[in-house]
Each structure stands twice: as C-alpha cells, then as structure tokens.
C-alpha cells in the first residue's frame, strides 16, 4: 500500500523521456500506462483553452510519481472531443471518431509492445462516449487485460467542494482556475476572472436526465453567455495545489486497487486453466 | 401538468401504425418523438435476449400513452451493443458504429419531414456511449433544438428497489424478469428463475471507476459466470405492472418537463432574434 | 418434404423469445435462420408505412411454422433503404451502408454462435441491392456455408397476380393491403383505399433497363403523385390470407430445396476432403 | 429515330481523347455520358481476365457510334467486384465499397462539369449490386435528372442465344469467347476452348432464388471446376462480331428511347414549374 | 544486366492478355509487376486529358519489354487524384481515399495469387501522397518484401532536359506533348500547341517549400491560366519517341537493381533465419 | 523584412496559452497559424521517442517568436505516422487515416474560428503522404487562401551539415541529438551515443527511387539494426542550438516570403473581381 500521506513524490515516468532501448528495458517492470486526454476548448475568460489537457496531464503525473515507476504516463492528447464549444474563439475540436482513433492507435501501439494495462485519465466531460467507445472496442479486439477510464475532474471536483464555496465548482469555475494557478499559472487569467452567466435554459431537463442515465445535447452557448459555469474569483494557487494533491492521491488509491485486482484476477484465470 | 395518478393511459401514437398522408397530418402536432433502443442480448437463463427491447418499447409506450398523442413512438431498435456478451449465445450485437448510424438515419429522417424534438429511451446500458455519441452528432450536423436520451433501466431500477430485495436488482434480475413478466410473459423463464453467479472479480475496480465517472471495459463472462448479475427469483408480473407503471409515470413527467423547458428556451430564442 | 397442403402450422421458433441457455441447448437443431428485412416507407395512403416489415416478417413466421423448429426466425430489421420516398411524410431511410452494416452484425454474432445457413427475407425492393452486397461481404469474410436472399415481394405478387385484377399489383396496391389487413389490420386504412396516381413519365426507360439486368434511379415522386402504383380498392382481409398462406408454402419448399442441397454439398465437400 | 439498320457507324466519341478546351466546347452537345464497367476476372482457360471490360468498352463505343456524338464514352472501369473469383490465378477484385467510390468520383466529377445524363454500362454480374448502390447515392446526393444502368452481358447473351447452340451461353462460354475473337483476338485462347465443368452442386436453389430476385452467394470454385459455365467450342469471330453489332444496336435504341423520356419529363418538370 | 543499347524490345507481358491458367502457369516465373496510375486531367489546350495515362502505360509496357517476361504489367489506373483541376473542364478526379482502396485492391488481390514484388509506376505528381500511403499501408498489412513507387513524369523530365528547351518542361508542356504525339498521335492537338500562361502567383513559396520537402496545396488555375505550364510549341514525334526510349531504359536499369538487390536481401533474410 | 540577424527573439505566441476572449481579440491580428506534426518513435538509443515532437514543437516556437505575434503557434501533434518502426520498443503510430483526421480536425476548427493561413511543420518524414493528402483536402473543402506545409528536418539537415561529419547526419544521429540536447537535455543519452548499424540492404534501390520521386516501403529494422542511421557521437548542445537558431531562421524567412506572396495573391484576386 503507497503512503498517501507523503507530500513529496517521485518524478513520473514519462514514456516521452526514454529512447527506444531504455523502453525496452523498462517494459517487464511497467504495470500500467496512464494515458491523459485533455481539450482545447474555451473555459470563459478565466484560464486558457488548454485547461483540461493541463489538469488531465498534471493528474497521470502526480499520480505516477505517487505509485512509482510500475506506471508509465503516455503523452498527453491535447484535444477532445468539444464540438459544443466551437461558437466560443478557440476551442479546437475532434470529432468523436478521430478520439477513438487516436486511443486505438496509441493503446494498440503499446499493446503491440507488449503493455498490457491502461487507464485513460480524462480532463474534459465531452470526451466521455467517445473514450467508452474506444476502450471497448479496444478490449474487444485485443482481449486486453485491463482497460479503462476514469473522469479526473470527477477527482477534482471531490476535493474542490471541501475547499472552495459551491458556486466556484464548474466549468471554467474555481476549481479549475485554482488548479490550473498552481500548475501552469501564465494560463490562468486572475484579471479577468469572474462569475458565470448561465442562460438559465433547461436546466431541470439537463439535471433529469442526467440523473436516470441520459444526457441533453446542447451547445455551450446554449448554457452559458461567458462559457463558463462556475464561478472562478475564489481561485487561488494554494487551493489548486491543495486540489492535485488530493486528488492525485485518490488517483493513486484507485491504481493501486486495479492493479490488485487485476493481479489477483489473473491468478484466478491462470488458475482456472490449469 | 399531465394527471399522473390515472391508471388507464390512451393508446399510444406509434409512428409504424401511420400511412404517409395520416403523419404528413399529423405532423404539426407531433411535438416529440421518442426512439427506443433495445438489445438482444444474453440475461441469464432468466429472460429472453430481447429484454431491452421490451422494456424500452414498453416504457415508451406507456409514457406515450400518458403524455397523450403530442409525443409519438418510432420503431424499436431491436438490437444494441453487446459485444461483451457475445460468448454467451444468442447474444446479437451491433458494432457502436452501426447503432451511431442507424440513429442518425432515424432521427436524420424524421428532422427531413420537420419533426424539430426526440428522446432516445434506451434499454441496455452497453448503448449508451453510442447513443451519446449519436445524439451529439445529430445536433452538430441539423442543430436540431432537441435531442436527449434518458436511460430506461434507471427509471426501473428506481422502481424494483421500493418494490422487491436488494438482490433482485442487476442484470437479468428480479427487476427486469417481471417486467417482461407482466409484458411479455412467454419471455419470461420462471421455471428456470434463479441466483446470480457473480464471480467476484475486479468488483472494487469497477464500483471506484464508475464512482469517478469512468468505466472498466470488460466482457460479461468476467464478471458472472451464469450471465446473471440480480436475482430473479421473486420477480412476479405484478411487481412488474408496478415497475412498468411507476417507471412510465415519471418518464411521462420527465417528457412534460423537457417539453415546457423547450417551449420557454424557442420564446426566448425567438425574443432575442427580434 | 414437407406438407404444403396443411393449414395449421406450428408455432414458428423466433430467437427473440428464447433465454440464452435456450438458445445454446437448440442450436444444434437449428438449421437455418431467416432473417426478415422490411422498410419504415410511405405505401401511398392505403397503408401503413411499416408494410414491407409486416410482410417479411409474416412471410418468415409463417414458412418458419410450416417446416418446423428446424428454422428459426431472427427479429425483423424494422426499416430499410428508401431514400427514393424521403419527399413522402413519415418514410425513414437507412442508407445503404448503415443496412449493410447491420446485415453484417446481426449475421456475424449468430455465425460466432456456431449458426451456418442463413436467408435473408426482403420485404421492400429498394433494399435488394444492399442486401446482395452484405451477402456477399459475409460469404467472403466469414466463408459461411449458406447465405442467401429472396425478395419476399415477389412471392406475394406471385400469389396476388392470380387473386387480384392486374392493376391492383404494385407499390401500395391490392396485394399488399390485403396482406396488411389479414396481418395487422389497424395498419391498413380501406377508407383511404384509391386508385394509384402515375406520373407516366420514363415508363419505357424504366422497362427497358429492368428488362436489361439494370436500373433506372429514380425518386418515388417522378414516379406517382399519390405514392401508390397499385390499386388497392380490391383488397380484403380473406384475399390477404390467401396470399400469405401461398407465398409462405412457397417459402417453405424453397427452404426445402435449400435445406437439400446444401446438406448434398456438405456431403460432397467432405467426400472430396477424404 | 437512328437508323439502326445501317452497318456502318461513326467514330464515338471518347472522353479521353479530347482537351481540356475540347471538353469545354463539346459539353452543350453532350447528352450523354456511357462509363463502362468491367472486371480483370477468370474466365476459365477460353479468354482473357479482361473479357468483360473488352465487352462493356466495345459495346459503348459502338452504341456510341451508332447514336452519334451526342453521347460520349468515358474511360472503361478495368477491374469489377469478383471477389468470388479469387481462388482462380489472375482475377483482380475491387471490394463493393471501392467500386462505389470510383463510380461516385467518375460521375461527380462529369456532374461538376455540367453533364447532367449518364448510364453505367455493366459487363459483370458481380457488378450489379455495387453499380445500383452508387448510381441510386449518386441521384440522393446530387439530384442528377438521369442516371441509369444496363446489364450489358444481358444485350450480348440476348443475341448469342440467338447464333449459338444453348450450351455456349454462359461465363467464359461461346458468347463471350465469340466476341473477344471479333474484338481483341489476342485475348482469345482458341487452341484451349473447353466445355465447362460445372459441380452440380446447388442448381435448384440459386435458380429458384434468382427466379424470385433473390441471389446465392457463392465463391465460383463452388459452382464450376474450371471457371467456365458455357461451352467455347462454338465461338467464331464472325459469331462474335453478329453479336457486337446486334447487341449494340439494341443499346443504341435504349439510349434514343432514355433520351427522348428524358426530354419528356424535363420540359413536364419546367411546364410544372411555371 | 540487361543491354540497354538494344532498340527492339520484346512484346511485354501484360496480365489483362492472359486466361486464368496462362496466369497460373507464369506466376513462378514473374518476378516484378508494374502497376501504372495516370490521371484524366486537364492539360492545356495541347494535349488530352487521358495524358498521364498513356505516359506511365507506355513507360511499364517498354520497361516490360526491355527486362522481358519476368517483369508483368498490371491494367493502367486510368485516372488519379485531380482535384486541384476540377475548374478545368474534363478533369476527373478520385477522391484520395479512391485511389487509395483501388491500388489496396489491385496488390492485395495479385498477393492472394502469390506475386510478391510490386513497383507502382505514377504518370501524376498529385498521385504522389496517395500511393505512398497506400504502398505503406499494404507493406504494412501483408508484409509483402518488395513495394515501391517510381514518378514516371520524374523519369520523363530528366529525357526532355536533354532534348527540349527549358520552357517546355512542365505540366502539358512539350516534353508530355511530345510522348503523346509518338503513342497516341490522336491525343495531341498540334494545331492548338501553346505556350503556358502562369498566373505568376506564389511563385517562391511553392518552390521553398518543395525545396524543403514540403509543399503548397493550390488548385491549378492559381498557377496558370490555361492549365499549362510548359511550352508545347516545340514538341515533335520523334523527339517524344526518344523521350520514351530513354526513360524506359532508365526504368529498365532501376527494375533490374531493384530485383538484384530484392533478390540479395531475401538470401540474407534466409541466411539469417538458419 | 525580419531582421534574422538578431539573436533574442520574442516569446512565441501559443494558442494553448489564451482564453476564449484573448482569442476572439487577437483573431484579426493572426496571420498564420504554425501546426508543428512530431513523432513518438524509436531513436535507436541516443534520444528519446519524442524527438521529432521536440523539434517540429521548438522550429515553430523560435520562428514565431522572430517573426512576431502575426504568427501563432498550435499545440504539437505529438505523435506521427511511425508504423514502420514499430518493431522497436516505444514507438506509437498513428495510422494515416487518423494522422490525416487530425489535422482536418485542428485546421478545421481554427478555420470555422476565421483563421485562414496555416503551415505545418512537420518533425518526421513518415508523415509527408498523410500531411499532403490533409492539406490537400482541406483546400478542397474549404477552399482556405493559404494551407501549406513544410518538412522541418530538412531545414534542420540544411544546417547540421555545415556543423557536423557527414555521418552523423540521420535518424537519431548527431544532427537530431544536438537538438535535443539543446532544448530538452534529459531527453539525450549521451552515455549510450554510437554509431549506426546500417543493413545495408536496398540502398541502391531506395537512393534511385527516392531520386526519381517515388518510394520503398519498407519497415525500419530492414534499413538498421540499432534503429539509428546517423552517428550521434559528434553531437554537442552549443551544435544544437546553432542548428536551431539556424533552421529557425530559414523558417521564419520562408514564412516571411509565404505572407507576401499570399498578400499580393489576395489583392490580385480582389482587383480581378472587381
């Protein structure tokens, strides 16, 4: 079990830092590979369009050098999936189908290399389908061992609602302004730092369905006039490390649990074929 | 405001019961179209593979019924993504590319004839990376005013734990058994009604993704051996006209509420293009 | 050889009522799977749109009924390729790749359940060409023993052309309406029963290339006002019965033959093998 | 009306012969545009791989020639969907999706252009799905007024059954083997003209399906031991020029009668229009 | 090692003139096949469209016949990616995903007959991309040990430098219209022979950028008006004769190092696999 | 004209670093977007995998940071199309398909945004075809004024060899080891610097079709046993920053020379619709 209480962390290891042959090396000792998925996509004028790739990023390499170098960090995909933000200048967009290709073909890059666990840290909410999408696909046609998501700013978010008032949580909010002050601060903009201006438009609609299952298709300016719907004028850098710091560690907790279960499943499968 | 207490809906609008001339007619009056989404799909010895398809189309149905003919009822999909079921048989799956497809030719059709709202209903929970998927991209490309998905199983699940034992609910469980029950009872095997076999794996890994908005890709024989996750054996059709009532009931409310929402969302729009 | 002279047929054994282990325990007796193939496409106002649904599906549970549980029936695929009556209300079109695409799914999950003779039967002639092309995918992909086709339209003309006035045949006519009354009568509307209305243009074209192995492309609305090219004042329930009960007998002794020949060259292939 | 009586034709007029300049200038004449389509496919040991695009080129040229230089022909597709024929040395098979694309870019490109007329000349059987599919997304897409196909191996066998005994109809028979004698002696193999050597296998069942247009897919090694169906022993060129100009003259009074419909149902379309 | 210095040539081998047992007969003894691509685009006023056709068939058919059999030509691609001459009329033009998918088709259906070497030869600077990425796609899926390209017009350019003024090199110039003249004497319109008009625009930008490997995508009346870039006004049959003799053997000289060293690096391969 | 003498140069203007509104207010004052396209792929053991990412990433920031503020900078792709060295551990493809999806993507976006000049920088030759075809289909469907690219190693290349042996010029050798070193160090293994293992296999061959504009496709481990083919034993980090700052300015004077170009392109082409 890693001590999550410790404040100082190792350094990650970045597949990005090795040459080919020190991968190679490596390889037998890699028992998970993170890979981050960000966007570029507007977050009202409060920090900059690269906010999710940073928290995204910054997340995998905390976590990492919380574990040890039993797990990788891949490099970051600096897009995703935010077609309903492309009214606001900025934000560039994938299309769900070039995502999906993207993890295929970085998963099955590694895969090929004989990697054979992964979790895809995600930063940005519109980017969920087209991450399940790939990762059961994936799975389907490799029989991968392990594969999965998880939503980091669901992580973030945990921890920022115990430090910063509730109108500060949301999209271009405190939590992600604090986060991005602490880790990247010349892309947070305090000057212009301010509260949302939701439309007010079917809000209830949103909040049913997304509490049985569904989800509302909407353009951000359908929501919101500034593009962001949190307020980000409580931001401050220590909160934001305050926020990585927990929520690194709860990341690292919930590596910590795959990689147990996982190890204890094949056991049961090798068991099974013998 | 519908009248929710009433036993006796009226008969649905089902869109596969119209000749052309009667839905060019009908047309103006068509506020909102739903589109349920089955599976055909392994349940356990339990329920017959089109368990999904029943009860998304039921739920449709009886919302239909309740909301009256302002909300119409397209043909079910009587399939959906169940690549993780497959070594199971029977199980059919369309590939998420495929039902992304079929729903854009759906909704894409019906938008050309001037249908402008839809709710998917979706019964199987492996559709709904695809469903999202579709419905973002049906926005995109049309700019359709609405289109949403709420998933069928979470309205009924909702129900089956006011109604049966906490163990009755899961996959091919006591909750999904009476409902086909009460709907369909030849698919419904109580004969061979029975405990789950769950076994056992990677279930902390599983409850901590998904608690963090993320997702463990992983096929169903890992996770029960008998294809079973609920127990079905205190499902009775009874408790299944109560499930399918109750569950219509508040997805009848969810529809008022989007259509009201809506309604106010055009005014605004069309005020502020004055 | 079966009895085509009997009225009462068996319970035809439709895998959508069967609980996976029940599938699993059948399979081996299961010697072919229709596949019905219908459209969502306006019939002029005779009809419901769902006709050429409700008469591959009828066709199949009717001819899986005469030759036994040797048969099976897979659920019908509720829409086809109409993209030729989209100026007609009501009509839902897939594309041609989206109904391939399907074809594929549905027969590649049943073949990995160990399923080897498969006939797909069309309701709506504007699939033909997309049903031809998934055969022929999957033969070559899969090296399946038996996939075929065969437009069930056809078969029911066969039997109107003897029952019915000449000008009754056609799109929306007589033979089809009967049928649609004997099988789901609230989807025919003999109010609205009218005469067909031609445009009269490309009549000869439109022969000559037919007569030729080729195709004119045309959309519906170049072809007739009203939808229809058929008469329907003819029709009546009894008439559609009579249509049914001969073009599913018919059926039946094609999959006969089918049955006959492909076990002869199965015998013959392993033979050869020796 | 043309005067099909007379022997000798002009010059067609080929797309590939003419400038840039040329084209432009020519293009208000131009009512029509041929695309013929062939296959690079096994013919058994009688004639070349390139048999059907000798046929489908030479029947468009002279139809061409016979018409006038109101209709042009563009360059033959060589290859055609004979995926069926791939377990015999030397066949070339495009898959369905790339022969709809090649069709879509050829035809687009002339519709850019301006020309607004066009019929797909078939050599292939196996072409027919592909050759419906496109020209049918070809008309969805761009509303051409006229695009059409014609079984051209249908024009030729009309005429040889005529001059050849009934045993030499057939793929790689007299028919064919006539007819490249008359038009590429080279690619005639005289000195190996065989009878065919069909398997017998599964007679009754592809006649019955094709007699109710349906279709047995099939590899040809399942159909005949040395990929021939006709017998080639009666093939003389003189045979095969008789069938060249009988079966072109017969296209050449389709193409008069599709233009003069045409003309027909475009001044209906403007009158309509007033 | 070839003699280079003979005037005569063989008759080449071309696969369209061979039945499928003549083609099974010579597979052990083809060692090389030649996959022309050209193009059906615009070239000026001087010469056809079908020009890069004939200049890469005419260069595999010399080739062919100077190394003799061993060395195969495939049916030229009788059209490329043009869309950068769309606005001249004339002009087709595949999609580069088209051409990709038809050489996909070509290679990978002679690999399924056990030809194992393969030199694209391309008549079209804008089918540059897309063979490059199809070569390496098939390289990649089959493993095939030899694929490669060669630019025809390359080959074609380094002759004309020798014979020709500089002004006639280049798109439809003197050095295309000349090889024309001497095949396809019809194809060439002397009487309309010009000189280029170029637009003059970003002139030094595209050569900076192809200087430094990259390139400027322009469609082609931003680089010259009348679609040429060469001067035709000095081309002549003889001069286009000794143009082809001169880059056939030069594609001679590079076949025959191509299969010496294909030949030494498979002895290697086995070698190292003892 | 820049003064590429001077040695300081501004900080590079990074999209990544605005906010929605900074975009939105520099949008009018950009005037060419730079897309630097890396790599993820093996090295052979003197530099890390991203070494093609570093230096496409550093090229565009030091020549946008002399050419100034007109000139932004897009976040780096920071994988390329890299299949052919999959046998070495480390490397990630894309495919091609999805290299070309992205850029459409990125380009596209910023396009819909009201950018209208881009250049790709590209750090890795095995993605010339995809960047090609990319720049080539979005002129198509868009029809954007300027959309260009540039191979930045070549530019690199142009430089180390007035600084550097010949030898040391290649894949991983002391041309692209200098550069790493200079801009990320620990990304360098200088302990483990050596010599190339060339094969020696198809030299000749790969030499005379590169020079005669085509290619071989062949897999990496077929051209060097130790991946590299460049010496890296000569690279220092004061060469690295030379060959930097010097391919820097050669980029920043091509940009410089692109700008006016496309400036007097644009008053042409108003003054002509005038």
Redesign the interface.
């Known amino acids: 079990m890693i001590d999550t209480t410790r404040s100082l962390t190792q350094e990650p290891l970045l ?10 090396d490596l ?1 037998p000792r890699i028992d998970l590979v993170l890979v981050p998925v960000g966007a ?1 996509e ?9 906010t999710d ?1 940073i928290s995204a990023d910054a997340l995998c390499r905390a976590a990492a050098g919380l574990v040890g170098p039993a797990v990788a960090v ?3 995909i ?2 995703g ?1 935010s ?2 933000h ?1 009214r ?11 995502l999906i ?2 993890l295929e ?2 998963v099955g ?2 895969y ?2 004989g990697m054979r666990r992964f979790l ?1 840290v ?1 930063g940005h ?1 519109g980017n ?3 991450i ?2 790939a ?6 046609d490799t029989g991968v061992p ?6 980091g ?3 973030i978010a ?1 921890q920022a609602k115990r430090l910063l008032p509730t109108e500060a949580i949301g999209h271009g909010g405190g939590d992600e302004a604090a986060l991005v002050m602490a880790v990247e601060p ?2 947070a ?1 305090p000057s ?1 730092f301010t509260a949302p201006q939701p ?1 007010g ?5 949103a909040a ?2 997304r ?9 951000y300016d ?1 929501v919101t006039h500034n ?1 962001a719907t949190g307020d980000a004028t409580s931001a401050t850098p220590e909160v934001g490390q305050q926020i990585l710091d927990g929520a690194s560690r ?1 990341l690292a907790e ?1 590596i910590e ?2 990689l147990r ?2 190890d ?2 094949e056991e ?1 499968h090798q068991a099974g074929s013998d």
């Open positions: 597949l990005a830092d090795l040459s080919s042959p020190e991968t190679r390889l570029h507007q977050h009202g004028p409060n920090i900059a369009v690269s790739t891949a490099p970051a600096p897009w999936v077609w309903h492309l606001f200048a900025g934000t560039i967009s994938l299309r769900q189908s070039t290709a993207v073909d970085i890059s590694l090929a290399h895809v995600n909410g969920n389908a087209a399940t999408t990762i059961e696909q994936i799975k389907q392990l594969i999965a998501s998880v939503f700013y669901a992580l945990e010349h892309r903009k212009a439309t438009r079917q809000v209830e609609t049913l369905l509490a049985y299952g569904g989800s509302l298709a909407r353009r359908e593009g709860r919930i649990v795959m279960e996982a204890a499943a049961t």
